[in-house]
């Protein structure tokens, strides 16, 4: 029997004073265990298109690295020294001056193409991940695809924001730097770095910020039913499931520091054999780690995302009917 897509078969969604009942994280982390498909899905998605997209990159960078590497080792770059750093920075930027022409030429397809891929895959993967979850939940792609479009060009947004602050930076304190008595030729590398700091903490401040609505959007889209506004609007007035979202937020945090630190012991494993494993062997064995941490990272992904529709789904009943 075809499933429902009426808003009906979605429970009232709950209002911003009703406290969510409890989600204990390491039941969702355990449901999610006994249901492999879910992650199964998952990767099914996120690797289907970034594999992809990777190999695209790669051969990318593999024609403008035949094209330019004769002239960017001409710059010295490689021979990069802190013992000289202000040559090191020449280097550089005539290295960027040689690399950014084709580079911008290739991104002014590559970026779009790969935007509207991931808000694709992202948009009809999380559908299916979350039905799969829970069938009664209803086929909408569309919504989801927006949302995650706006989210792609909202990060592209940001990345061209910051980069445009750091040319900034490098152009006020690399140029001279003013005095109340005279101006100077010298550059002052030690204001750049601090500049580049002070940007890229706000930017990834700010990020945060933005990030949080453009991510739980999609899911109150397909929860309760509601347009691309609405979910958007919906999404900043969360009442108490704001406190609850944070604290799994920190959680998956918490499970993915771990899973770090695991990666980087079996990383360093090899070591202890070191006559018996190396060359390919060793590559191997790094590529099978790397591969351990992204089914991991998916894995917690999934749980964060099944977490937020229990706490949804706890809020809703814990409505009482004549107020709903």
Known sequence: ??????????????????????????????????????????????????????????????????????????????????????????AIAQAYMILWPPVIHALRWLLPCAMVGWALAAGVGRNLVLRRYLPALPWR????????????????????????????AADFSLAGVSTASETTAEPSLVLYLALVIAISLAAITLWLLLSWVLSIAPLISLLEGCGIGASLRRSMRLGHLKRKLVEINMAVGYWKL???????????????????????????????????????????????????????????????????
């Open 1 to 90: 029997m075809p499933v429902s897509t009426t808003r009906a078969a979605a429970p009232a969604p709950p209002g911003p004073g009703v406290p969510p009942r409890g989600v204990s994280f390491i039941g969702v982390l355990q449901r999610c265990r006994k249901h492999p498909s879910w992650l199964a899905l998952e990767l099914l998605w996120r690797w289907g298109y970034g594999i992809p997209l990777l190999a695209v990159i790669a051969w990318e960078f593999q024609r403008i690295g035949a094209d330019t590497s004769a002239r960017v080792q001409a710059t010295g770059v490689q021979h990069f020294s802190l013992q000289t750093p202000m040559a090191g920075a020449l």
């Open 141 to 168: 792609p569309g919504p989801l695809v927006v949302l995650q479009l706006l989210r792609a060009a909202g990060l592209f947004a940001m990345a061209v924001s910051w980069f445009l602050a750091i040319r900034w």
């Open 258 to 324: 771990a899973a770090t630190v695991l990666v980087m012991i079996l990383t360093a494993t090899p070591a202890a054999f070191v006559v018996a494993i190396q060359g390919m062997w060793l590559y191997l064995w790094w590529g099978a780690v790397s591969v351990l941490y992204m089914v991991l990272s998916d894995f917690f992904q999934v749980a964060r995302v099944v977490g937020f529709v229990e706490l949804w789904r706890a809020g809703a009943e814990a409505i009482p009917p004549s107020v709903r």
